[in-house]
């Protein structure tokens, strides 16, 4: 019977490395962890990721958080600081040594707060207090917002800022209040209280970023019912963008940031005011010529209408028709005057040619007695001695009958 013989495989360092590295990376628990310790060698290079240890009485595991979840870390890190580390273990080949490539991290304590902020959650979304039905409209154009926030955070600098650079009209009233620690539950309600007895267009509830524990107060139960109970709209500006609290889903409206808030509160800027102003004028403008040609047409028309109509244009008509008949008045005057003229001229030279002084110009003469002016036309009619009248052309003379002969 052969022995059996039994082939030890080799690795290289390489191959073994990557064999352990995909042994972690396979297994679904060690790729969703969290774990406790202490922070030590803390160190942020300029590459913007973060290396630190975290380590308790008797180990100790290397931590490494990329820039990109570092960049959302609300909790400042510090050496000897006691915290809870998100993440998942890895093995980094060229050093062969494993580490937790960490993507969350929190303070000893959050994971309570968390279990209880999930614990509350439930019971205000079971009674409906977090349903889109109740969500209502944010004014588009407000003319008085009023702001809960600290009168001495940067939250409330920020929300002023950006309500003066997008709506110097609007009116802003401001409840401030604390927003963390112990008094601050019960003076945001206070202040919403006295808000909403002010009647503003909208409310904006804010402030900075901080841990949870920081940012606590708006996850308390008698603050979300406030926001939740409020007559005017509230839009929820609290911490940064992945910062969520029960305040924000009990809001009308949630903002990822104090200044976002103000930017949707102010949804219509000065801008858009100036602009919508210039186009009315522009249509005003347009609208108002349009107007003033159409009734200048019209006006047109009338006044033609009413010179069609009008006494003068009959009175001018008259007139001309009076000028033409004067004229032809006087066409025909000259025309009957120039006929009768002629008529007149012939008559004339007809009267001319019966003329006896016509016929005393060519020699004869017209001999009348003088004692009764009978024209002596028989020689019988001269008598000697007889005193006649002898006209000629020229004129005429007297004479004396001393002969006659029958």
Known sequence: MQPTLFHTQQWTVSRLTFYLRKLLEEDEILQDVWVQGEISNLSRPASGHVYFTLKDQSAALKCVMWKTSA????????????????????????????????????????????????????????????????????????????????????????????????????????????????????????????????????????????SIEDL?????????????????????????????????????????????AAELATQITIIDLRAELQSYQSRLSASTLNLLAEKRALLSSLVSQLRYVSPDRRIQSERQRVDELARRAHSSLVHHFQLQSSHVKGLQKRLEALNPLAVLARGYAVVTRKDDSSVVSHVHQAEQGKQIQVRVSDGQFDAEIVNHQS
Not at 163 to 184: D, F, K, T, W, Y
Not at 230 to 254: Q, Y
């Open 71 to 210: 960049a959302r870390l609300n909790l400042p890190l510090q050496n000897g600081m006691a915290v809870e580390v998100h993440g998942k273990i890895g093995i980094y080949e060229v050093s062969g040594q494993y580490q937790l490539y960490a993507d969350q991290i929190r303070s000893v304590g959050e994971g309570a707060l968390y279990q209880e902020f999930l614990r509350l959650r439930s019971m205000l979304e079971a009674e409906g207090l977090f349903a889109p039905e109740r969500k209502r409209p944010i004014p588009v154009f407000p003319h008085t917002i009023g702001i809960v926030t600290s009168a001495t955070g940067a939250a409330l600098r920020d929300m002023l800022n950006t309500l003066r650079r997008r709506m110097p009209l609007v009116r802003v009233i401001l409840a401030p209040s604390p927003v963390q620690g112990a008094e601050a539950p019960p003076a945001l309600v206070n202040a919403i209280e006295v808000l909403n007895l002010q009647f503003p267009d909208v409310i904006l509830l804010a402030r900075g970023g901080g």
């Open 216 to 260: 606590w107060a708006f996850n308390d139960e008698r603050v979300v019912r406030a926001v939740a109970a409020s007559r005017v709209p509230i839009i929820c500006g609290v911490g940064h963008e992945t910062d969520f609290t029960l305040s924000d889903f009990a809001a009308d409206l949630r903002a990822p940031t104090p200044t976002a």
